[in-house]
Each structure stands twice: as structure tokens, then as C-alpha cells.
């Protein structure tokens, strides 16, 4: 490529011959040419998310309904979501920084549903001894109930506690992101797509389906 070749030769003078080239600096660099993102279409959501079953489809389902990145569902806490004023509040995400987006009304029912059963294994890990997770910054220092708090738990946690090696007791973390990453594959190489859908297509579907 054009770039390939001015690096080799500013190489090739300088390293090799000891040579300035002052002239070059004033060459202009070829620009990449951004790829468009992948968008499916209505239907192919819907065939997608049929393909998927459990917690995996609801948190595709909330990536797409609600335009996440991956990470962002899935460090999503109780209190990030608003049911009364159908609202996910996104915190800190990318270049740090907070925001809101849409809940929408299809996804309330399937939420409120989730959420009872991860309260019910919230209680049974408090009467564990655990219940706890990870806080952000110091917060477990300045309040050393809140990592026990229901408001701080994880929307969509692991399926298996790990040990804390800090305070030596078993937490839960979030469902990490390569276990819906695996299932949105899956579902894909099952439905023979010809598109190269990811996780973060569903944003980017989600944006399209909005204009």
C-alpha cells in the first residue's frame, strides 16, 4: 500500500543511508477506509434472539433494545435501571463517562421477571455469608453495608461464586462477556447468517432501526 511504501522508504534512508528527507514530510498519507457496520434487519433480531433461550437472550435482547455495548449490559447494576421512568443509566462507560438510554415497555415484564429470581439467589448467598460484590472506587471502604446492598448487585451475575482474595470471602461477579459472546456465535453459525454479527451489531442495529 501507499503507506506501506513510505514507511520503507523513510526506513530505508534513514536507518540504512543515514539520510534526512525533508521533503517527505510534506507527503500525505493515504486515509483508511472506514467499514460500515454490520445492521440486521428486523427480522433477522427476531431470528437471532429466537435462536437464543434464558439470561443469554435477555441480555442480547437488552444490548439491542437498549443500543448497549457488551460491557455496559453486563456490569449493569439493580439501581442503573429504571422502571418507572423506562430508563437504563449507563455509568461510566466509554471515555468514562455517564448516560441514559431507553428501557423499552417489551422488555419491562422480562426484567422485573429476571430480576425476582436473581433477588431470591441474593438472599440465599446472604444466608451463605455471601452477598457481596465489587464496588467501584472505595465505596465498600466509605460504606461497608452497601457491597451486600440489593440496589449494587449485579443485573445479570455469574452462575458460580469466586473467592475474594481481599477479604477471603466467595462473591459473585458479573456474567462474563465471553458466555454471551459464545451464544451470539453459536446462534449465528445455527442460523447459517451470511453477516458477521457480534454483540456489538446489536447496537449498532439498534441505532439504524431508530432513524
Known amino acids: ?114 430480576l425476582r429470581l436473581v433477588r431470591q439467589q441474593h438472599r440465599e448467598d446472604c444466608a451463605r455469608g455471601w452477598g457481596s460484590v465489587e464496588l467501584p472506587g472505595a465505596m465498600d471502604k466509605k460504606s461497608p453495608t452497601s457491597p451486600w446492598d440489593w440496589a449494587w448487585q449485579w443485573v445479570f451475575p455469574a452462575t458460580s461464586a469466586y473467592l475474594h482474595e481481599a477479604t477471603r470471602k466467595r462473591r459473585r461477579h458479573h456474567l462474563h462477556e465471553t458466555v454471551i459472546q459464545k451464544e451470539v456465535r453459536r446462534s449465528v453459525q445455527a442460523l447459517k447468517m451470511s453477516k458477521r454479527v457480534t454483540c456489538h451489531t446489536f447496537r449498532h442495529t439498534f441505532a439504524t432501526h431508530l432513524l
Open 1 to 114: 500500500t501507499q503507506n506501506q511504501a513510505f514507511s520503507a522508504l523513510l526506513f530505508l534512508y534513514k536507518d540504512i543511508f543515514g539520510k534526512d528527507l525533508p521533503w517527505m514530510k510534506g507527503i500525505v498519507h493515504a486515509k483508511r477506509k472506514k467499514k460500515l457496520p454490520v445492521v440486521m434487519s428486523q427480522k433477522e433480531v427476531q431470528v437471532v434472539l429466537g435462536e437464543m433461550v434464558g439470561t443469554l437472550k435477555l441480555v442480547a435482547t437488552v444490548l439491542y433494545g437498549s443500543g448497549l455495548r457488551l460491557m455496559e449490559g453486563c456490569r449493569l447494576r439493580v439501581k442503573d435501571v429504571d422502571f418507572d421512568r423506562h430508563e437504563i443509566h449507563i455509568r461510566n462507560g466509554k471515555g468514562g463517562k455517564d448516560r441514559k438510554t431507553m428501557l423499552p415497555h417489551r422488555l419491562v415484564g422480562p426484567l422485573e421477571q429476571h
